[in-house]
């Protein structure tokens, strides 16, 4: 018999003092599954209370999934164990979900797989990270921030917890599209649209461009997250070497002749991977001769705040009288990126068709982080912090070009110095003795760093690696300098 007390004078109901008792008794396995529990009526005279509470009681306990319920039979109980121990056990369920697969979304899980595997691990924390381009938590501004999110609410009130406006807080929209006028972007608060992070901005681009058989120049080596973007949505990278300079003018230009890409995406300031930032003329060639073939550019613009040397160098979409350039930003490069908030600067019709394609996957980006965003620049903590991120970076930045002078061998590398940002790129010099997996050896002298070939379409003969120094301060950087030139004297005389 089923053994159950209640108490009158406690604060806890009685209906879920039978659910406590009852899924102790299931946990316990003194109720075993597909054991009958009393009907309603004897359970409630038995415990001289009404039977609508014993219901209320079993409704809650199926509700949980602690017991199945059919019309006119006592309840009983389920065989829980079994249903969550199939995936402990690594038993497949029924669906071969490689098969169902798209091929698109197979080519995308194959890049998630080999595409820095270990981003976002936490059992690497012993090494020194050189992989990330998340920034260093220990300067976020957490207090200010939390501020901000509490003014928010309190200013705004019920209207934040609604969707919002499909293109955005237009607080927020009026702010960045006045900012983008301090780097010599002309554009009104219509021609702003806000997205969850700036990579959202390149997703939304590309999905307004995917057909079968378009191609699409990107700069080579390039962003690793935008080639298996592209080729999810059937777009074929055109791949551009990028020269010292930035990218090779002629090659686009030949390019363009043979392939007719319908967008070119470029990121002209410290670039990802290699750092390089193009120079004005570079600039203006770019734009002219992307006027020339009515070729709109897609202009990624995530380090841009993060100049710490040397002079300013405008984006080309401030020289854009014609409007083909589609600007993207992001507060995740100087702020944090948690918040996932970027942007997409670009003619006004434009942009309204990307709102449109954005409303029917997303509907609207976070209308609270949004509004503590605007909160956090209006009220001019953003100023102060890229000031303050400015002064850490420039330090660490020389720190680790001068630990990468001191530490490595000319004979063994050689690299980028940029003049912001957080990225150096390394070309390796064929050492006698490649290791058979560069990740392995940088990880058994305690470092990791990204390799080149997440940044090329196709297997590249040479060997690179991107150095990030977003989240290393100077001791870490300078340690992990020392960690990488003990793996390259190791690759170089192995004895
Ligand atoms: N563009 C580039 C070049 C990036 O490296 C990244 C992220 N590292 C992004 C865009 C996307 O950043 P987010 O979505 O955080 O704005």
Redo the contacts with the bound molecule.
């Keep these: 018999m089923l053994l159950l007390t209640v108490d009158e004078h406690s604060a806890e109901p009685i209906y879920r003092q039978i659910v406590a008792q009852i899924r102790d008794k299931i946990a316990g396995r003194v109720l075993l599954p597909g054991e009958k529990l009393p009907s309603t009526r004897r359970l409630a005279d038995r415990l001289a209370i009404h039977r609508s509470t014993v219901a209320t009681a079993y409704q809650e306990l199926w509700a949980l999934g602690f017991v199945d319920l059919s019309p006119g039979s006592c309840p009983r109980v389920r065989d829980r164990m079994q249903m969550a121990t199939a995936a402990d056990r690594g038993e497949k369920g029924l669906i071969d979900w490689q098969a169902l697969s798209s091929p698109a979304s197979e080519n995308i899980w194959q890049a998630h797989r080999r595409i820095s595997p270990q981003a976002g691990r936490e059992d690497t924390a012993a090494l020194i990270n050189f992989a990330s381009?998340d920034m260093d938590r220990r300067l976020f501004p957490l207090e200010s921030f939390r501020a901000c999110l509490d003014r928010a609410v309190k200013n705004h009130g019920e209207a934040l917890l609604g969707y919002g406006a499909r293109a955005g807080f237009g607080p927020l929209r009026e702010y960045i599209a006045r900012r983008l006028q301090g780097h010599g972007i002309s554009v009104t608060t219509d021609e702003i649209l806000i997205?969850?992070?700036?990579?959202?901005?390149?997703d939304l681009v590309f999905r307004m461009l995917a057909a079968p058989g378009r191609t699409v120049a990107i700069e080579s080596p390039t962003?690793s997250?935008?080639l298996p973007l592209l080729r999810f949505y059937g777009l074929t990278p055109v791949e551009i070497p990028v020269r010292r300079d930035g990218m090779d003018l002629d090659a686009l230009e030949a390019a363009i002749a043979r392939e007719k890409p319908v967008l070119v995406y470029t990121?002209p300031t410290f670039?990802?991977p290699t750092g390089i930032t193009t120079g004005q003329a570079h600039r203006e060639r770019l734009l002219s001769l992307c006027e020339t073939h009515r070729l709109p550019i897609l202009e990624?613009g995530?380090?841009e705040e993060m100049k710490y040397s040397g002079r300013v160098v405008l984006p080309v979409k401030s020289m854009d009288k014609r409007q083909l350039v589609i600007y993207?930003g992001?507060?995740?490069?100087v702020l944090f990126?948690g918040v996932?908030?970027?942007w997409l600067a670009a003619e006004k019709e434009c942009v309204e068709r990307l709102v449109a394609i954005h409303r029917f996957s997303e509907i609207a980006p976070s209308m609270i982080l949004q509004a503590a965003i605007h909160e956090f620049c209006q009220s001019g903590h953003y100023d102060r912090h890229i000031g303050r991120m400015h002064r850490a970076y420039r330090k660490r930045m020389q720190t680790a070009i001068r630990a990468l002078q001191r530490h490595i061998d000319p004979a063994w590398a050689e690299w980028t110095e940029p003049s912001g940002g957080f990225l150096i790129w390394l070309k390796l010099k064929q050492p006698p003795c490649p290791p058979a997996d560069w990740q392995a050896l940088l990880a058994a002298h305690g470092v990791e760093a990204a390799t080149g070939s997440d940044f090329f379409n196709w297997e590249t003969p040479e060997t690179y690696l991107r150095l990030s120094i977003s989240p290393l301060d100077e001791g870490e950087i300078t340690a992990g300098v020392q960690r990488l030139a003990a793996a390259l004297r190791q690759a170089h005389c192995p004895d």
């Design positions: 381009l997205t969850n992070g700036s990579q959202q901005g390149l962003y997250y935008v990121m670039q990802n990624d995530f380090e993207c992001t507060f995740s490069k990126p996932r908030i970027g």
